[in-house]
């Protein structure tokens, strides 16, 4: 099966999802290639009693765990973190806790202001519009006015309510003194946009069962089918062949009963994620002049601090995601020893299994029993938990690059996946969840439970595709195009210098609208390269 069209583009997730719909919308023809499938919303199981039990296997965030046929497996073995992705129409959106922040001004200006990392080739300020513009595709629920942004930080719809856990915790930092705002999330506090508004369920992170959340299969994908997008479900993407000038012309992908095929395009965008990026471009040996395809990973690892309390809190309430959020350090204070800082976030406990069942590292048998009863006793509708994002400064050391003993069911090298926690990571989540039980404390908690580093918490797959402008030191320009050759381009969060301390899909989000937009303004230019 060979296709023709304008543009290939590899991976259906929140990146792939914009710069389809945008470059239908300008008229070009869109082939996309998926190695996952569509997965609606009666698919998932936050409405069934069985969810906290299916997070566990069928609706895990870690590939190694889940082993669906569309998934491929990932050497971690010597890795700190285990990276998390869901492969489908949606991409990992799908299962994500949809806490929708965008990057900080600082976080563009890190070698600038602390001397580490590198500085973006753009500031906060350019892209501000296309902060806004994806959130009112992604129906964000927040307040507007957040005073750690020069703008505000505004938001389309509502916030979603506090409730009892965020009154509480509200209560123990307005006693220290400390920031906090209501959380902005791509869950819409009222119907918008084919959207149902949030029931306030709680189990976002096993998928939507209620169609509120927001995902790029709701929000993008019926529009660029209605546009005439060529989407190829069950296409996992082999390699990117270049003509005799050296520009990308066209990806061979191999169906689910490993029939090969060649999707051709004058432009090939990858959007596959930090670790899936890499892979492809390091299978297909292009890109790497400044040596830099698969290094530089950042993860954000996580650290918690759940409180317990007399107080009947209904934890168990939604969202997910973020109820507050809290910026208090999150900007580098050199005397705490270490540098930048990290985002709170407040979350639920979730149902008797708790939220983070399916990925503590706990073994199952621990949650059953007598330890079981005394956690509900104990805990059940009184907990609350600050999540904390440190920002993950990037490290060459860490890294994606091809496995030589283990394939993919396609025979495909899988990614490994080389990552050590740093020194200046291990002194922040001290810091921060020491902070953290301060603030539950004064919020009146009975017990803390501290968390120093979860394993699987690898969500935000960033740098291994660096952007920059100097084709030695890094891989794509400020646009996506791959340097020396043309017609290449990666959107997705590999191409981000620093991680910042934030969620990345509003970033990722507004990062691919900025160079989808550019690449169908200079469209005749590409085309003549």
Request: hydrophobic share 40%; aromatic share 8%; proline share 7%.
């Given at each position: 099966?060979?296709?023709?069209?304008?543009?290939?583009?590899?991976?259906?997730?929140?990146?792939?999802?914009?710069?389809?719909?945008?470059?239908?919308?300008?008229?070009?023809?869109?082939?996309?290639?998926?190695?996952?499938?569509?997965?609606?919303?009666?698919?998932?199981?936050?409405?069934?009693?069985?969810?906290?039990?299916?997070?566990?296997?069928?609706?895990?965030?870690?590939?190694?765990?889940?082993?669906?046929?569309?998934?491929?497996?990932?050497?971690?073995?010597?890795?700190?973190?285990?990276?998390?992705?869901?492969?489908g129409v949606g991409g990992a959106a799908l299962i994500y806790g949809a806490h929708w922040m965008r990057f900080m001004p600082s976080d563009f200006?890190?070698?600038?202001?602390?001397?580490?990392?590198?500085?973006?080739?753009?500031?906060?300020?350019?892209?501000?519009?296309?902060?806004?513009?994806?959130?009112?595709?992604?129906?964000?629920?927040?307040?507007?006015?957040?005073?750690?942004?020069?703008?505000?930080?505004?938001?389309?719809?509502?916030?979603?309510?506090?409730?009892?856990?965020?009154?509480?915790?509200?209560?123990?930092?307005?006693?220290?003194?400390?920031?906090?705002?209501?959380?902005?999330?791509?869950?819409?506090?009222?119907?918008?946009?084919?959207?149902?508004?949030?029931?306030?369920?709680?189990?976002c992170g096993t998928g939507c069962s209620d169609g509120a959340k927001a995902t790029p299969d709701r929000t993008h994908w019926p529009e660029a089918?209605?546009?005439?997008?060529?989407?190829?479900?069950?296409?996992?993407?082999?390699?990117?062949?270049?003509?005799?000038?050296?520009?990308?012309?066209?990806?061979?992908?191999?169906?689910?009963?490993?029939?090969?095929?060649?999707?051709?395009?004058?432009?090939?965008?990858?959007?596959?994620?930090?670790?899936?990026?890499?892979?492809?471009?390091?299978?297909?040996?292009?890109?790497?002049?400044?040596?830099?395809?698969?290094?530089?990973?950042?993860?954000?690892?996580?650290?918690?601090?759940?409180?317990?309390?007399?107080?009947?809190?209904?934890?168990?309430?939604?969202?997910?995601?973020?109820?507050?959020?809290?910026?208090?350090?999150?900007?580098?204070?050199?005397?705490?020893?270490?540098?930048?800082?990290?985002?709170?976030?407040?979350?639920?406990?979730?149902?008797?299994?708790?939220?983070?069942?399916?990925?503590?590292?706990?073994?199952?048998?621990?949650?059953?029993?007598?330890?079981?009863?005394?956690?509900?006793?104990?805990?059940?509708?009184?907990?609350?938990?600050?999540?904390?994002?440190?920002?993950?400064?990037?490290?060459?050391?860490?890294?994606?690059?091809?496995?030589?003993?283990?394939?993919?069911?396609?025979?495909?090298?899988?990614?490994?996946?080389?990552?050590?926690?740093?020194?200046?990571?291990?002194?922040?989540?001290?810091?921060?969840?020491?902070?953290?039980?301060?603030?539950?404390?004064?919020?009146g908690a009975i017990e803390t439970e501290v968390t120093p580093l979860i394993r699987d918490c690898g969500w935000h797959l960033m740098g291994t595709?660096?952007?920059?402008?100097?084709?030695?030191?890094?891989?794509?320009?400020?646009?996506?195009?791959?340097?020396?050759?043309?017609?290449?381009?990666?959107?997705?969060?590999?191409?981000?210098?620093?991680?910042?301390?934030?969620?990345?899909?509003?970033?990722?989000?507004?990062?691919?609208?900025?160079?989808?937009?550019?690449?169908?303004?200079?469209?005749?230019?590409?085309?003549?390269?």
């Amino acid at each position: 099966m060979n296709t023709e069209s304008d543009v290939v583009i590899i991976g259906a997730g929140p990146s792939g999802a914009v710069a389809a719909l945008e470059l239908l919308r300008a008229g070009m023809s869109v082939t996309v290639l998926e190695q996952g499938d569509w997965v609606p919303a009666d698919h998932f199981d936050g409405a069934r009693p069985e969810w906290e039990l299916t997070q566990l296997k069928r609706w895990h965030p870690n590939p190694n765990v889940r082993g669906r046929p569309e998934d491929y497996p990932i050497d971690t073995a010597a890795s700190d973190v285990n990276p998390l992705m869901f492969a489908g129409v949606g991409g990992a959106a799908l299962i994500y806790g949809a806490h929708w922040m965008r990057f900080m001004p600082s976080d563009f200006r890190v070698r600038t202001l602390d001397g580490v990392a590198r500085d973006w080739p753009f500031a906060y300020e350019d892209l501000a519009p296309f902060y806004g513009y994806v959130e009112e595709a992604m129906g964000v629920s927040g307040l507007s006015g957040n005073p750690a942004y020069p703008d505000g930080a505004p938001c389309p719809l509502p916030a979603l309510p506090m409730g009892k856990v965020g009154r509480k915790a509200a209560e123990g930092m307005n006693r220290l003194g400390w920031h906090w705002w209501p959380g902005s999330n791509a869950i819409p506090s009222r119907a918008y946009r084919g959207l149902q508004p949030c029931v306030l369920r709680g189990t976002c992170g096993t998928g939507c069962s209620d169609g509120a959340k927001a995902t790029p299969d709701r929000t993008h994908w019926p529009e660029a089918q209605k546009l005439g997008v060529n989407l190829r479900t069950g296409a996992r993407a082999a390699e990117i062949e270049t003509d005799a000038k050296g520009r990308a012309r066209a990806v061979v992908w191999i169906d689910r009963r490993g029939a090969r095929h060649r999707a051709r395009g004058s432009v090939v965008i990858l959007c596959a994620n930090g670790v899936g990026t890499p892979r492809l471009l390091l299978m297909s040996g292009l890109g790497n002049r400044s040596g830099l395809v698969g290094r530089r990973l950042m993860m954000h690892p996580y650290a918690g601090v759940m409180g317990t309390f007399e107080d009947d809190l209904e934890s168990w309430v939604g969202p997910a995601g973020q109820i507050l959020t809290s910026m208090q350090f999150y900007e580098t204070d050199r005397s705490r020893g270490f540098l930048r800082g990290a985002k709170w976030n407040c979350m639920p406990a979730g149902g008797p299994q708790s939220f983070r069942a399916g990925y503590t590292g706990g073994t199952l048998t621990g949650g059953w029993g007598a330890t079981l009863h005394d956690r509900v006793a104990r805990k059940f509708g009184r907990s609350f938990e600050w999540g904390i994002i440190g920002e993950d400064l990037p490290d060459e050391s860490n890294r994606v690059d091809l496995s030589d003993a283990l394939v993919d069911g396609d025979g495909l090298p899988a990614p490994r996946i080389t990552y050590a926690i740093s020194d200046n990571t291990r002194k922040m989540l001290a810091f921060h969840t020491a902070r953290a039980v301060e603030a539950m404390e004064a919020a009146g908690a009975i017990e803390t439970e501290v968390t120093p580093l979860i394993r699987d918490c690898g969500w935000h797959l960033m740098g291994t595709a660096v952007m920059g402008d100097d084709p030695e030191t890094s891989v794509v320009n400020a646009v996506g195009a791959v340097h020396d050759v043309p017609g290449l381009y990666v959107m997705d969060a590999s191409t981000f210098p620093t991680s910042s301390g934030m969620n990345p899909t509003a970033t990722i989000m507004a990062v691919a609208a900025r160079s989808v937009l550019d690449l169908i303004e200079r469209r005749a230019e590409v085309d003549a390269a």
